[in-house]
């Protein structure tokens, strides 16, 4: 299992759009074979080390065949050019990390 995190620089004014693009995506997850578990919101930033990222999404693939099939889907990657519109540094305002289950 790959478990998908993004985090997204997204200006105060721009969260109404953000939460738009967000729901179509978890829409769109749900129809992806091996995705599952979407899960978006504000960032807490409970220890402080994230400011400049003001809301995130994580997703899990069953593997990496079914991630990349994700990536390579055309409605994701117009949803994917939809938030980097939103973001502050455009794709520069974007964080992106993937972690393999090893345990």
């Given at each position: 299992?790959?478990?998908?995190?993004?985090m997204l620089?997204v200006p105060?004014a721009?969260?109404k759009?953000l939460?738009v693009a967000?729901?179509?995506?978890?829409?769109l997850?749900?129809?992806?074979?091996g995705?599952?578990?979407?899960v978006?919101?504000?960032n807490r930033?409970?220890?402080?080390k994230?400011?400049g990222?003001s809301?995130?999404?994580?997703l899990?693939?069953?593997?990496a065949a079914?991630?990349?099939?994700?990536?390579?889907?055309?409605a994701?990657?117009?949803i994917?050019r939809?938030?980097v519109?939103?973001?502050s540094?455009g794709?520069?305002?974007?964080?992106v990390y993937d972690?393999?289950a090893?345990?």
């Amino acid at each position: 299992m790959i478990r998908h995190c993004v985090m997204l620089d997204v200006p105060s004014a721009a969260i109404k759009d953000l939460e738009v693009a967000l729901r179509d995506l978890e829409t769109l997850t749900r129809t992806l074979p091996g995705i599952s578990g979407f899960v978006a919101g504000p960032n807490r930033d409970f220890e402080g080390k994230t400011p400049g990222y003001s809301y995130g999404f994580t997703l899990d693939a069953k593997d990496a065949a079914a991630l990349q099939s994700y990536a390579d889907d055309p409605a994701h990657q117009a949803i994917g050019r939809r938030l980097v519109a939103l973001c502050s540094k455009g794709v520069d305002g974007i964080l992106v990390y993937d972690l393999e289950a090893a345990i």
